[in-house]
């Protein structure tokens, strides 16, 4: 993604990348008052526009798995649902060294 910031001027490259949908120009006084056009341009990595995504989907959840929930609810009403000492030390470990890193 590349948002670039045009100053408007015709025949004027701001960068040797696509036009973006968020463009404006920009101006900047020069001296004896005369405003001056001047562009920048902003590179948004793949890797960044992959993480912005993932933050609005987490920001948009309500931090529930529901499938889970309904899944462990299931086991629990029907008495299939078991968990055994050592799965639970496990998992309580995992989570505590995920908490430390």
């Known amino acids: 993604m590349t ?14 990348a696509p036009i973006a949908s968020n463009t404006r120009p920009v101006t900047n006084q020069a001296q ?3 405003a001056v ?10 890797n960044s526009q ?3 995504q993932l933050l ?4 948009a959840s309500d931090g529930i798995n529901s499938s889970a929930v309904a899944q462990i609810r299931t086991g629990i ?12 030390a496990n998992a309580i470990a995992a989570a505590l060294k995920d908490r430390t890193s």
């Open 50 to 52: 992959v993480t912005t």
């Open 32 to 34: 004896g008052g005369a």
């Open 3 to 16: 948002n670039i910031i045009s100053s408007g001027m015709p025949g004027q490259t701001v960068a040797e």
């Open 37 to 46: 056009a001047t562009s920048e341009a902003v590179t948004v990595s793949a």
């Open 56 to 59: 609005d989907a987490a920001r």
């Open 77 to 88: 009403q029907t008495g299939t649902y078991s968990v055994t000492p050592e799965a639970l």
